[in-house]
């Protein structure tokens, strides 16, 4: 008896390219704007082998969809040799990333990465927040202040990403692209100078996540 293609069911139907990737069983994202701009302003950096796709987005995420383990194994390799070039030819990004937040999948892609000299850097943690949950009180730090940032404060950002990720510096033109769109930026200050800062990125109206957490 021939089997149906696994979906997910925890999201809707749709038919954009974000809804397309999102449906699959092995999937990554990062954020409905960002897919949509690679679809609109680089299709170039859309590699698909059948129902599988794999995609670059603006600061060197790595998107994708496959619709199984299997297909990941056997297809990615490829589609990644594939879409590298392009990504160094149109994006001027330092490294790129790829986001593996399905911990089942862990064992069957690891290997796979691993073969692609990728190297293991962090665990993903998401988390959800209630618009109706009172926000908890915080002490202030005593000689440290906060203030709303932006794009004056471009140097002093890439900066301190330095001194914290020297291995996986974020390219300051995509930091300035994120903060062109009006992505928020926090910025602590110790001694009349930045000493730390966090910037985040919508993934649309209702949803978002701290992107660099930097001290």
């Given at each position: 008896?021939?089997?149906?293609?696994?979906?997910r069911?925890?999201?809707?139907?749709?038919?954009?390219?974000?809804?397309?990737?999102?449906?699959?069983?092995?999937?990554?994202?990062?954020?409905?704007?960002?897919?949509?701009?690679?679809?609109?302003e680089?299709?170039?950096?859309?590699?698909?082998?059948?129902?599988?796709?794999?995609?670059?987005?603006?600061?060197?995420?790595?998107a994708y969809?496959?619709?199984?383990?299997?297909?990941?194994?056997?297809e990615?390799?490829?589609?990644?040799?594939?879409?590298?070039?392009?990504?160094r030819?149109?994006?001027?990004?330092?490294?790129v990333?790829?986001r593996l937040?399905?911990?089942?999948?862990?064992?069957?892609?690891?290997?796979?990465?691993?073969?692609?000299w990728?190297?293991?850097?962090r665990s993903?943690?998401?988390?959800?927040?209630s618009?109706?949950?009172?926000?908890?009180?915080?002490?202030?730090?005593?000689?440290?202040?906060?203030?709303?940032?932006?794009?004056?404060?471009?140097?002093?950002?890439?900066?301190i990403?330095?001194?914290?990720?020297?291995?996986?510096?974020?390219?300051?033109?995509?930091?300035?692209?994120?903060?062109?769109?009006?992505?928020?930026?926090?910025?602590?200050?110790?001694?009349?100078?930045?000493?730390?800062?966090?910037?985040?990125?919508r993934?649309?109206?209702?949803?978002?996540?701290?992107?660099?957490?930097?001290?």
């Open positions: 008896m021939a089997l149906k293609k696994l979906r069911i925890d999201v809707a139907a749709g038919d954009t390219l974000f809804d397309e990737i999102t449906s699959h069983v092995l999937s990554e994202a990062w954020g409905r704007g960002e897919v949509e701009r690679t679809a609109r680089h299709p170039d950096l859309i590699v698909r082998r059948g129902d599988n796709v794999l995609l670059a987005i603006e600061n060197g995420g790595l969809g496959f619709e199984s383990q299997s297909a990941f194994i056997d990615f390799a490829g589609m990644f040799q594939e879409l590298l070039p392009r990504v030819r149109e994006l001027d990004v330092d490294s990333r790829f937040t399905h911990n089942p999948a862990r064992p069957i892609a690891e290997p796979v990465l691993r073969n692609l990728f190297t293991p850097l993903w943690l998401g988390f959800s927040l618009k109706k949950t009172a926000l908890p009180r915080i002490a202030a730090i005593k000689g440290v202040t906060f203030r709303a940032g932006g794009v004056d404060d471009l140097d002093e950002m890439v900066r990403d330095r001194e914290c990720f020297p291995d996986t510096p974020l390219p300051a033109m995509a930091v300035r692209r994120a903060i062109e769109r009006g992505e928020r930026v926090i910025i602590a200050e110790s001694g009349g100078r930045a000493a730390g800062y966090a910037l985040f990125r993934t649309d109206d209702e949803e978002g996540y701290i992107w660099v957490l930097a001290v």
